[in-house]
Nanobody
Framework: QVQLVESGGGSVQSGGSLRLSCIAS????????LGWFRQAPGKEREGVAA????????YYADSVKGRFAISRDYASTTISLQMNSLKPEDTAIYYC????????????????WGQGTQVTVSS
């Protein structure tokens, strides 16, 4: 199995930036698509960004294109999410997740999840 641990969440004012990191362990992380998802109170979990096993393909929700960037460091088995120009609607718990045979933004296909990290954006 894959174990995932997120970090980097916090509180920031509108227009600010945060960088989230996720470390994958279990000696299988490099075979998985890795992605970031978020869930706000009262809303369904939604895909934010994902990156395939080779790092050649990335996926972004329309709401974050141009503001967020996902990257993958295979040497350290880590993915990052650089979040710029943050808006109050970005407030949510952000989760790192891994999928064995799929890559994209559908959370139903991701079988491994981190514990989540809170991102709060104030106006």
């Amino acid at each position: 199995q894959v174990q995932l641990v997120e970090s980097g969440g916090g509180s920031v004012q509108s227009g600010g930036s945060l960088r989230l990191s996720c470390i994958a362990s279990g000696n299988t992380g490099r075979r998985y698509c890795l992605g970031w998802f978020r869930q706000a109170p009262g809303k369904e979990r939604e895909g934010v960004a994902a990156i395939d096993t080779g790092g050649s393909s990335t996926y972004y929700a329309d709401s974050v294109k141009g503001r967020f960037a996902i990257s993958r460091d295979y040497a350290s088995t880590t993915i990052s999410l650089q979040m710029n120009s943050l808006k109050p609607e970005d407030t949510a718990i952000y989760y790192c997740a891994a999928a064995p045979a799929y890559c994209g933004l559908n959370p139903l296909y991701f079988g491994y999840w981190g514990q989540g990290t809170q991102v709060t954006v104030s106006s």
